[in-house]
């Protein structure tokens, strides 16, 4: 998996700033119910993000991501990739993802993300977002990369160490296969020891957007391995406070204010 079982975001609440969250149920386009995690700043932005998790699907990491997020004003979704297969019950850490990783395609993640789209955009009386992007991390950062080739007039996708080329535990395509489908800005954050993604599957992923005329971000982290991005990496921490300044500003730079 990406991340140990305790791990959580290398980000520190912000003290005083109140969140409403909340789990929650959405319904996929072909009828599936499936389970998500709602976070919302007590002063919205108009801006909000998608959460897409590694293979362990809609773990407590990305709840409390999501949190982080809707403390900065970002109201944030995420969404587990297993209604299809394990219901919408919350699920325990002897949860075995493996199976129902396999079980998962490209065309029921992408209907689930436009779920969390149109949830975001259709609140009763006016939509949460004005300016929408997605984050991912390993198996969801792939799926961050490839959220920008789904016409959802995205502000941004964002990928932590997803992978954008080679062959996936499922169908999902290559994101460098589909470079011509991209139609919003990238940050792509990667570590420069990270024995899964060489740099040189980084650099070709950079040129071939920049390539394509892709507003691009593709950061290499010094020394930093796969799933850095963890509070128990302390000494990774550096890496991780440059990720996230970098996701703030990203998020901050791009879309409606």
């Known amino acids: 998996m990406c991340f140990d079982l305790d791990s959580v975001p290398p980000i520190r609440p912000l003290s005083g700033v109140p969140v409403e969250a909340r789990s929650l149920t959405l319904k996929s386009g072909d009828g599936t119910s499936f389970r998500a995690f709602h976070a919302r700043p007590s002063i919205p932005t108009g801006k909000a993000i998608i959460i897409l998790p590694d293979v362990r699907g809609l773990h407590h990491y990305y709840e409390e991501l999501a949190q982080r997020f809707a403390e ?7 969404i587990d990739y297993f209604g299809r297969t ?18 998962t395609t490209w065309a029921g ?11 975001l955009r ?18 969801g950062g792939r799926n961050a990369f490839l959220s920008a080739t789904l016409d959802q ?72 391995p796969h799933s850095f991005f963890d509070r128990k990496a302390a000494e990774y921490q550096a890496q991780s406070d440059d990720a996230w300044a970098r996701v703030r500003r990203f998020v901050e730079s791009h879309g409606a204010n």
């Open 72 to 78: 900065i004003g970002v109201e944030a979704v995420a």
């Open 86 to 103: 394990a219901g919408v019950d919350e699920r325990g850490d002897e949860f075995d993802y493996s199976p129902h990783v396999a079980q």
């Open 109 to 119: 993640i992408s209907a689930d993300f436009s779920a969390a789209a149109n949830y």
């Open 122 to 139: 259709s609140d009763a009386d006016e939509p949460i977002a004005t300016a929408l992007f997605s984050i991912g991390f390993c198996m």
């Open 153 to 224: 007039r995205l502000a941004g996708a964002i990928g932590f160490y997803g992978f954008p080329g080679g062959a996936a535990r499922n169908d999902s395509p290559a994101p460098l296969d589909l470079i011509d489908k991209f139609d919003c800005p990238v940050l792509g954050v990667f570590g420069g020891a990270d024995s899964a993604i060489p740099v040189a599957t980084v650099q070709q992923f950079r040129d071939a957007l920049q390539a394509a005329g892709i507003d691009q971000e593709i950061v290499v982290e010094p020394d930093a």
